[in-house]
């Protein structure tokens, strides 16, 4: 029986240069590459567990509004949760201030109350403060409960 040395060492070839391939650098994490997330409104982005799910918190001074938005880990994707509101506290300067953030409904997405990736809260204050740091008490996303959460604005917590 004759063996082919050459076609072994081509197909040995093919499988290191298809298993090299196969770690493109994808998953950023582990090759020391930064993994950056954009805010799809322009706001700032807080992370929720490991890249489960992201806020993102965009303010409106000229109105005194600030929007919340409930993102997916990538911040690509809106995710629609049951709350009607979202009540959180802030503190800018010294003053603290309560925020309730109220579900939005939009006819063009289907979004209602109670099934809606945007809340809105009344921040008046905003025009004197636009640095301060949000505390979000309890946001609960597809049966997962996250308390307490930091949010710095505008630099937004990654």
Known sequence: MKTNFKGIGILIAALLLLSACSHSGHDDHDHGHAHVHHAPHGG??????????????????????????????????????????????????????????????????????????HFTANAPWLAEHSEFEAVFELIEIRGQRFENIHFPFPEGSH
């Open 44 to 117: 700032s982005l807080a992370m929720l567990g490991d890249h489960l799910y992201q806020l993102e918190l965009v303010a409106d001074t000229e109105e005194g509004e600030l929007s919340l938005f409930i993102l997916d880990g990538e911040a690509e994707n809106f995710i629609r949760i049951e709350a009607a509101t979202i009540v959180a506290s802030t503190e800018a300067q010294g003053n603290q201030q309560p925020l309730v953030f109220s579900a939005s409904a939009n006819e063009a997405t289907g979004e209602t109350v109670g099934n809606t990736s």
